[in-house]
């Protein structure tokens, strides 16, 4: 798959790309939801650029619709923001851990 690169500066632009690469699969709003797991209500203030949207669900639409945003970040914040990151994954990772050994706990 190729892919286009565009300058994000707005809500608004990420919803004209979250539109744009779902009609480009041929999907109707409430199709695209459904097979997300998000409300069509909830796409179609994404699709419109609302300014205020939850971030968990905006990145599933993003993925659900196979677009993927990258952030252009200055040389001397590079480091900075690669060691931020892993370290967030990493905290995420024993979170995760922590609840599923939890489920099992509660299971048993």
Same mark, same amino acid.
């Given at each position: 798959?190729?892919?286009?690169?565009?300058? =994000?500066?707005?809500?608004?632009? =990420?919803? #004209?790309?979250?539109? +744009?690469?779902?009609?480009?699969?041929?999907?109707?709003?409430?199709?695209?939801?459904?097979?997300? /797991?998000?409300?069509?209500?909830?796409?179609?203030? #994404?699709?419109?650029?609302?300014?205020?949207?939850?971030?968990?669900?905006?990145?599933? #639409?993003?993925?659900?619709? /196979? #677009?993927?945003?990258?952030?252009?970040?200055?040389?001397? +914040?590079?480091?900075?923001?690669?060691?931020?990151?892993?370290?967030?994954?990493?905290? +995420?990772?024993?979170?995760?851990?922590?609840?599923?050994?939890?489920?099992?706990?509660?299971?048993?």
């Amino acid at each position: 798959m190729r892919f286009m690169q565009f300058d =994000i500066r707005t809500a608004s632009d =990420i919803g #004209v790309a979250l539109r +744009a690469a779902r009609k480009a699969q041929n999907l109707r709003q409430d199709d695209a939801a459904g097979s997300i /797991g998000v409300s069509e209500s909830f796409l179609g203030k #994404v699709e419109n650029g609302a300014e205020s949207v939850h971030w968990g669900k905006l990145f599933q #639409v993003l993925e659900g619709l /196979g #677009v993927h945003l990258a952030a252009d970040i200055p040389d001397d +914040a590079g480091q900075l923001f690669a060691r931020e990151q892993t370290g967030q994954h990493a905290r +995420a990772a024993r979170s995760e851990r922590r609840r599923r050994l939890k489920e099992q706990a509660d299971v048993s």
